[in-house]
């Protein structure tokens, strides 16, 4: 099932944003959840990613610091919340289901799928 992403916008740099994703409990409790980017002319690229179960996350190092990737059960949403943003951050964020295990290449979005329509962020 596609995840349908949402709250991309046009920010000024420096600026804050969050993107939600919805997702089943199944989802959160059975397998790695990430977001991804990709901008014009770029390839794909991991951003941040939650473990099942929530108990680990990883960033890239480009947004380390001022990325914060959740999940709240209650609402079966999936959240990207980003702060000091810079025109790099700029391109289509993407919300997906990977594998049980977050593995190290989950940067290259090894093991991720159902791609959506993705929600655009331009700083």
């Known amino acids: 099932v596609q995840l349908v992403e949402s709250g991309g916008s046009s920010v000024q740099a420096g600026g804050s944003l969050t993107l939600s994703c919805p997702a089943s409990?199944?989802?959160?409790?059975?397998?790695?959840m990430g977001w991804f980017r990709q901008a014009p002319g770029k390839e794909r690229e991991g951003v941040a990613v939650i473990s099942a179960g929530g108990e680990r996350t990883l960033y890239s190092d480009s947004v380390k610091g001022r990325f914060t990737i959740s999940q709240d059960t209650a609402k079966n949403s999936l959240f990207l919340q980003m702060i000091s943003l810079k025109s790099e951050d700029s391109g289509m964020y993407y919300c997906a289901p990977g594998p049980r295990s977050c593995g190290p290449d989950w940067f290259r979005a090894t093991g991720f799928g159902n791609w959506g329509q993705g929600t655009q962020v331009t700083v």
């Open positions: 409990p199944t989802a959160f409790r059975n397998f790695c």
